[in-house]
C-alpha cells in the first residue's frame, strides 16, 4: 500500500494578521500582556479599629450574580491594606468615575494619608464610600479564594447606588481612560 501524502493544513487562526504571541516566561511579561483588557477602578474603603483604610483595586467585577447579589474584587497576596480591610464588617466599593482620575495615586499611595481632602460617606455598619463615583456598593467579604499571587474575594451586596451622571474610569494599557458610550444600547 502507498504512503499518503499528510493533508495540507489551513493556517492556524493564532496567526492571524496584527496578533502578536506575547511571552509568558515572567511575571511581567504576564502583566503587559493583561494591560491590554480594559478594566475598571474601585476604591475599597471602610473604617477598621476608628481609621479610614483604602486601596484602590484594578480587577473589580460587578454581576458575578444577580440574585443573590454578587462581585468579586482581586487583591494581591500579603497586602497590608487588605488585612486590614478585611477585619471590617462592611465595605465600601466606589466604582471611581471619569473625574476622579487623580485618587488614583492618592488611594494607592504607601505613604501619607490616602483620604487627605476626601469626605467619605460612612455607613453605620463602617463602610466608606467616595462621592462622585459611577456606583455605590456596599458588601462584605462572602469567601477567599487564594490564586496564585491574589486572592479573589467574593463580595455579597447589601446596598447597591448607582449615578445616572457619572461615567466609569477605566484602566487600559498602563493608563486612565474613559468610556464613549454607542448610540443605542446594545441589548435594549
Known amino acids: 500500500m502507498a504512503a499518503t501524502a499528510p493533508a495540507p493544513q489551513a493556517p492556524h487562526r493564532a496567526d492571524e ?5 506575547m511571552p ?4 511581567q511579561d504576564v502583566e503587559e500582556a493583561f494591560t491590554r483588557s480594559p478594566t475598571s477602578l474601585a476604591a475599597v474603603a471602610a473604617r477598621v479599629g476608628g481609621e479610614l483604610v483604602g486601596m484602590v483595586a484594578s480587577t473589580f467585577e ?3 450574580s444577580f440574585d443573590p447579589p454578587r462581585a468579586l474584587l482581586s487583591v494581591r497576596s500579603g497586602s497590608r491594606t487588605w488585612r486590614a480591610l478585611r477585619r471590617s464588617r462592611s465595605l465600601g466599593i466606589s466604582l471611581l468615575s471619569e473625574q476622579q482620575g487623580g485618587l488614583v495615586r492618592q488611594l494607592s499611595s504607601r505613604t501619607g494619608d490616602r483620604f487627605a481632602g476626601l469626605d467619605p460617606v460612612e455607613t453605620p455598619d463602617g463602610a ?3 462621592p462622585g463615583a459611577a456606583l455605590w456598593l456596599e458588601a462584605e467579604s462572602d469567601n477567599e ?3 496564585g499571587d491574589h486572592q479573589l474575594v467574593l463580595l455579597a451586596v447589601a446596598d447597591l447606588r448607582s449615578s445616572s451622571e457619572a461615567r466609569p474610569l477605566i484602566y487600559w494599557q498602563r493608563g486612565l481612560g474613559r468610556i464613549e ?3 443605542a444600547p446594545l441589548f435594549p
Not at 17 to 21: E, T
Not at 24 to 27: A, C, E, I, Y
Open 181 to 183: 458610550p454607542t448610540a
Open 17 to 21: 494578521p496584527g496578533m502578536q504571541r
Open 62 to 64: 460587578t454581576g458575578v
Open 145 to 147: 479564594i487564594a490564586v
Open 128 to 130: 466608606a464610600l467616595l
Open 24 to 27: 509568558l516566561s515572567t511575571r
